[in-house]
Nanobody, 115 residues
Framework: QVQLVESGGGLVQAGGSLRLSCVVS????????MGWYRQAPGKQRELVAT??????NYVDSVKGRFTISKDNAKNTVYLQMNSLKPEDTAVYYC??????????WGQGTQVTVSS
């Protein structure tokens, strides 16, 4: 079983920054890709950013503000969030796709951006 533990969420003013971390219980080389999703109240969960062995991708609304990265030695995936906006308020989830096909999720971390 793969476990993911997210941290780094919190309350921040608009324009501020937060860095989310996701520690994975297995080596990141076990996974084809990793990503961050978010779900705001009353809305569907949406993909925010993904990272594979060769590339990163972002939803248009966060391009230029968010950066996804990973540290293979620490089995950790990060999401650096700058210039935060109130509309970024959501529960953020980390997800990994195992090479054998299974997808695993973390428990989520709350990000609240005040105006």
């Amino acid at each position: 079983q793969v476990q993911l533990v997210e941290s780094g969420g919190g309350l921040v003013q608009a324009g501020g920054s937060l860095r989310l971390s996701c520690v994975v219980s297995k080596t990141l080389f076990s996974f084809n890709g990793m990503g961050w999703y978010r779900q705001a109240p009353g809305k569907q969960r949406e993909l925010v950013a993904t990272i594979t062995r060769g590339s990163t991708n972002y939803v248009d609304s966060v391009k230029g503000r968010f950066t996804i990265s990973k540290d293979n030695a620490k089995n950790t995936v990060y999401l650096q969030m700058n210039s935060l906006k109130p509309e970024d308020t959501a529960v953020y989830y980390c997800s990994v796709n195992h090479v054998l096909g299974a997808t695993y999720w973390g428990q989520g971390t709350q990000v609240t951006v005040s105006s």
